[in-house]
């Protein structure tokens, strides 16, 4: 039997998701590239609608992990993600692509809410840095589907913590946020949320 606090938030995350690919279809009506954006996957990362993404994560990532990239988390996504599934309301995204007739993992975000839910932090995000139509644009579809989210829960605000490029944020309108609740640990960027 499925626990109603579980299903309930993971019917926001689906209707987040929804959202960003409708988003994406209006744009690639506009853009006309369609390649870029063809086939995209919105799922859970432990949904099975396009592949085991835990797997592909420990497995393909890393071959393409380098010095002009990075080369991975310390913690593997696996810890991240069974750390968070006590948490229903838990953020997490996996962003799959057909590419040349196969399944490719092309990114994974994984973030919480505050206790209060007025702030959704962003804590991992992660894209895949071997070859795919998405490339380096997969941040657009990760920072929309959370905001979705964090509208939908009623969040005031969506944080990154510790991003590691913060001029690819800001171009989304992330800025410097100092977090009143925290003293050490973490640089954080923030977004206010509009009203739904």
Same mark, same amino acid.
């Given at each position: %039997?499925?626990?109603? &606090?579980?299903?309930? +938030?993971?019917?926001?995350?689906?209707?987040?998701? @929804?959202?960003?690919?409708?988003?994406?279809?209006?744009?690639?009506?506009?853009?006309? /590239?369609?390649?870029?954006?063809?086939?995209? &996957?919105?799922?859970?990362?432990?949904?099975?609608?396009?592949? /085991?993404?835990?797997?592909?994560?420990?497995?393909?990532?890393?071959? !393409?992990?380098?010095?002009? &990239?990075?080369?991975? #988390?310390?913690?593997?996504?696996?810890?991240?993600? +069974?750390?968070? %599934?006590? /948490?229903?309301?838990? #953020?997490?995204?996996?962003?799959?692509?057909?590419?040349?007739?196969?399944?490719?993992?092309?990114?994974?975000?994984?973030?919480?809410?505050?206790?209060?839910?007025?702030?959704? &932090?962003?804590?991992?995000?992660?894209?895949? #840095?071997?070859?795919?139509?998405?490339?380096?644009?997969?941040?657009?579809?990760?920072?929309?589907?959370?905001?979705?989210?964090?509208?939908?829960?009623?969040?005031?605000?969506?944080?990154?913590?510790?991003?590691?490029?913060? @001029?690819? !944020?800001?171009? !989304?309108?992330?800025?410097? +946020?100092?977090?009143?609740?925290?003293? #050490?640990?973490?640089? !954080?960027?923030?977004?206010? %949320?509009?009203?739904?």
């Amino acid at each position: %039997m499925v626990d109603a &606090t579980f299903a309930y +938030y993971y019917a926001l995350q689906n209707i987040a998701r @929804r959202r960003t690919a409708e988003r994406i279809n209006r744009r690639v009506l506009r853009s006309g /590239d369609i390649q870029r954006w063809d086939n995209l &996957t919105l799922c859970s990362i432990l949904g099975r609608e396009a592949g /085991d993404a835990l797997k592909y994560a420990e497995e393909v990532w890393p071959k !393409y992990y380098n010095d002009q &990239t990075h080369h991975g #988390f310390a913690t593997k996504w696996r810890d991240l993600v +069974y750390r968070s %599934m006590n /948490d229903p309301d838990h #953020f997490n995204l996996a962003i799959w692509q057909k590419v040349e007739g196969e399944q490719c993992l092309v990114a994974l975000a994984l973030g919480s809410p505050s206790n209060a839910r007025t702030l959704l &932090t962003l804590k991992w995000i992660e894209r895949f #840095f071997g070859h795919n139509y998405l490339a380096g644009r997969a941040l657009w579809p990760i920072l929309s589907c959370a905001e979705d989210y964090a509208r939908l829960l009623g969040c005031e605000r969506v944080l990154i913590k510790d991003p590691v490029d913060p @001029r690819k !944020y800001q171009r !989304y309108g992330y800025a410097v +946020y100092r977090h009143p609740g925290v003293r #050490f640990g973490g640089v !954080y960027l923030g977004k206010e %949320m509009a009203n739904v």
